[in-house]
C-alpha cells in the first residue's frame, strides 16, 4: 500500500481545510487510518483515526469539535475536514495506515505505511 497525502496550504487562523490521503496499491481492505502531525521541532502526534467500517472514531483532545475524519472506502481514501484551525494547528499532516496486528490508535509505532506529508500552515 502506498498512500499519498493532499489538500495541505496556508489559511488564515478560523478557517478551514481537508486533506486527502489516496491509497494504492494493494488497498483490499487497507484497515484502521490514522492523521498524524509534526511541527517543527516536536514529535510527531496522533491526531484522528478511523476503523475500517467508520464504526470506531478517535481525536486527540486538541482537535475535538473542529477537526472530522472519514474514508471512503470506494475510492481508497481517507479525508480529515478541519474546521476553526488555529496556528498551533500548524504542522505536516500524515495519515497512516495501523499495521496488522496491532491495536490502539494513537501511538505512531501501531501505524506501518505513511504517507509523504501534507504542510498545513495557520496564519494568526
Known sequence: VQLQAS???LVQAGGSLRLSC???GRTFN???MGWFRQAPGSEREFVAGISWGG??????DSVKGRFTISRD?????VYLQMNSLKPEDTAVYYCARRSYGSSGYTSTKNYGVWGQG???TVSS
Not at 464504526?55 to 486527540?60: F, L, P
Not at 472506502?73 to 481514501?77: T, V
Open 118 to 120: 501534507t504542510q498545513v
Open 22 to 24: 489516496a491509497a494504492s
Open 7 to 9: 489538500g495541505g496550504g
Open 55 to 60: 464504526d470506531n472514531i478517535y481525536y486527540a
Open 73 to 77: 472506502n470506494a475510492k481508497n481514501a
Open 30 to 32: 487497507f484497515g484502521v
